[in-house]
T-cell receptor, first 112, second 115 residues
Framework: QKEVEQNSGPLSVPEGAIASLNCTYS??????FFWYRQYSGKSPELIMS????GDKEDGRFTAQLNKASQYVSLLIRDSQPSDSATYLC????????????FGAGTRLAVHP | EAQVTQNPRYLITVTGKKLTVTCSQN?????MSWYRQDPGLGLRQIYY???????DKGDVPEGYKVSRKEKRNFPLILESPSPNQTSLYFC??????????????FGEGSRLTVL
């Protein structure tokens, strides 16, 4: 089992809809959770971080964390074609392991 | 401008011809790391460095070497490249000694093809 798993997609949503991206992670001591966005041919950029259970909102983006279920998600409201990209989930595993592990990414396509 | 600079951005080489991909950051960051990105496999860590003269293996270190003689530079060396090292490579840095804040600053990437 991979330490951080994502559905590769593509996830196709119409413009204006809510895009829901999901990520599960392995049973290690995990401290911090992140979402990166990567446009085709570009480098990843950090868009959201979340450290405790619950929701964290930033503009059209909401990150949700459920540590009991080992599950973190990213919701994008009012999706725009410019949101079309690959979204990478990353988890920092602490407790001596001290590694930031990336999922393989979910490709999102927002169509007009 | 704060940035991580990688060179070359694109390279086609042949099996066995030693090459170096340079990485330099101008943000005085402690931690630097190299990743390779392959379709379906995501970003996998090759090597990382928590400080000058301190380097350690990541998840896929075979066939690679690194050095950290200065804080700003972290070159990736392929002593004898093979076709399975064809990939997109990213250098990244972060202010802390570990990427616990997740705030990695990435270079623009280096696309390497080994024939």
């Amino acid at each position: 089992q991979k330490e951080v798993e994502q559905n590769s997609g593509p996830l196709s949503v119409p413009e204006g809809a809510i895009a829901s991206l999901n990520c599960t992670y392995s049973d290690r001591v995990s401290q911090s959770f992140f979402w990166y966005r990567q446009y085709s041919g570009k480098s990843p950029e950090l868009i959201m971080s979340i450290y405790s259970n619950g929701d964290k909102e930033d503009g059209r983006f909401t990150a949700q964390l459920n540590k009991a279920s080992q599950y973190v998600s990213l919701l994008i409201r009012d999706s725009q074609p410019s949101d079309s990209a690959t979204y990478l989930c990353a988890v920092f595993f602490s407790g001596g392991y001290n590694k930031l592990i990336f999922g393989a990414g979910t490709r999102l396509a927002v169509h007009p | 401008e704060a940035q991580v600079t990688q060179n070359p951005r694109y390279l086609i080489t042949v099996t066995g011809k030693k090459l170096t991909v340079t990485c330099s950051q101008n943000m005085n960051h402690e931690y630097m790391s190299w990743y390779r990105q392959d379709p379906g496999l995501g970003l996998r860590q090759i090597y990382y460095s928590m400080n000058v003269e301190v380097t350690d293996k990541g998840d896929v270190p075979e066939g690679y070497k690194v050095s950290r003689k200065e804080k700003r530079n972290f070159p990736l060396i392929l002593e004898s490249p093979s076709p399975n090292q064809t990939s997109l490579y990213f250098c990244a840095s972060t202010p802390n000694a570990a990427p616990n804040t997740g705030e990695l600053f990435f270079g623009e990437g280096s696309r390497l093809t080994v024939l």
